[in-house]
């Protein structure tokens, strides 16, 4: 049995030492170490041995297993630094190959218009109000001085969901709500900024989804010159200082009296151009003065309050300052317009 024992002892050596990876290794062990290996079965046999030989061959099979499992662990430490350097060999990165670079998003330009223009009236000290775009015709007509059947309905060719549903053509609604909800309280000094839908052709200057931003003060001895004040600083904060305004008379059914409002022309300072069509001015806004009816209808006292009101087209406020000339281009999603607004 002794003999038995050093040749399982230099057949398993043998075989380990030839081992070419961790399995090969592990499989060798169930062999000769396993409950079903000979080194199992030769200690089984030692029921048969005398009594004297039991304790000699007892201490060869340890000595045996003694050997083998320190070959087993020191093979195990060799596989596992190579197969360790070879997976590092495989999956080395070379340092010096250029980077990938990845495309950077950016704030889109109508985004961007609209958080200036809103930085602009938060530091004059207004509050940013917003309200849903799916409207009731009281909200987007009634309130504001346009009873059904009123002719200036024709000039904003709504989208009605029902005889009473529409979406809002204008975001003046959210002024109206804001109105009361303040309950004949002042000041209000609000700008409403979304989207609004009306129906129209799409072409290069005209588009039947289009954003807004609306302003709304109230409070006693509310004048047109302040109106004038807060619109000429908004426009000399928006397109430089040396910027001028000029309000020509118009009409709008909430205001009264009503302004359109004209600013110098940003590309030739105002001496005439193609972009002017050689006036010198372009229109930018509509304003006025809060029509009486609108304020009591919100539940203020007309002859207490008064108040102003404007309204601007955040597509062409971006057209101008950037000098875009087709307002698709704002909703056509060209990576190749686009990507000019990275670092802009």
Same mark, same amino acid.
């Given at each position: ?13 043998r ?6 990876d961790? +399995? ?49 662990? #020191? ?16 999956? =080395? ?9 990845r ?11 609209? +958080? ?10 207004? =509050? ?16 504001l ?6 002719? #200036?309905?024709? !000039? ?18 959210? +002024?109206?709500?804001? !109105? ?22 799409d ?7 289009? =954003?807004q ?9 509310i ?14 904060? !928006?397109?430089?200082?040396? =910027? ?10 909430f205001t ?52 102003? #009101?404007?309204? !601007?087209?955040?597509?062409?406020? #971006? ?20 990507? +000019?607004?990275?670092?802009?």
């Amino acid at each position: 049995m002794r003999e038995r024992l050093e040749a399982l002892k230099e057949e398993a050596l043998r075989e380990l030492e030839q081992a070419q990876d961790s +399995q090969q290794l592990n499989d060798l062990r169930v062999k000769y170490l396993g409950k079903k290996g000979p080194l199992t079965e030769i200690l089984r046999g030692m029921g048969a041995l005398s009594a004297e030989e039991r304790p000699v061959i007892g201490q060869v099979a340890n000595e045996v297993r003694g050997a083998i499992e320190q070959v087993l662990e #020191a093979k195990q430490e060799q596989l596992t630094r190579e197969e360790t350097n070879a997976r590092l060999r495989k999956e =080395t990165i070379d340092v010096t190959l250029p980077g990938r670079r990845r495309d950077a998003g950016a704030v889109h330009p109508l985004n961007k218009v609209i +958080q200036e223009i809103e930085d602009i009236f938060l530091g004059m000290g207004y =509050t940013v109000a917003e309200g849903p775009e799916v409207e009731q015709d009281y909200y987007n007509f009634e309130a504001l001085n346009l009873p059904k059947n009123h002719p #200036a309905r024709d !000039m904003q060719d709504s989208f009605y969901i029902t005889d009473d549903i529409l979406m809002r053509t204008h975001t003046s609604p959210v +002024q109206v709500r804001t !109105m009361e909800r303040m309950k004949g309280e002042v000041p209000v000094k609000i700008i409403c900024p979304g989207k609004v839908y009306r129906r129209d052709d799409d072409d290069a200057t005209h588009s039947h989804l289009f =954003t807004q931003i609306e302003g709304l003060v109230i409070d006693r001895n509310i004048r047109m010159s302040d109106l004038k004040g807060t619109l000429l600083q908004f426009v000399q904060e !928006m397109f430089g200082q040396d =910027t001028r305004i000029r309000l020509r008379p118009s009409f709008f059914p909430f205001t009264e009296p009503s302004a359109e409002v004209d600013v110098s022309c940003m590309m030739c300072k105002g001496s005439g151009c193609r972009t002017c069509k050689q006036t010198g001015w372009l229109e930018i806004l509509g304003s006025g003065m809060v029509h009486p009816r609108v304020l009591e209808m919100a539940g203020y006292d007309p002859n207490e309050y008064s108040g102003f #009101a404007f309204g !601007m087209g955040v597509e062409r406020i #971006a057209m101008l300052k950037y000098g875009i000339d087709d307002i698709r281009h704002f909703y056509t999603n060209d990576l190749r317009f686009l990507k +000019q607004f990275v670092h802009v």
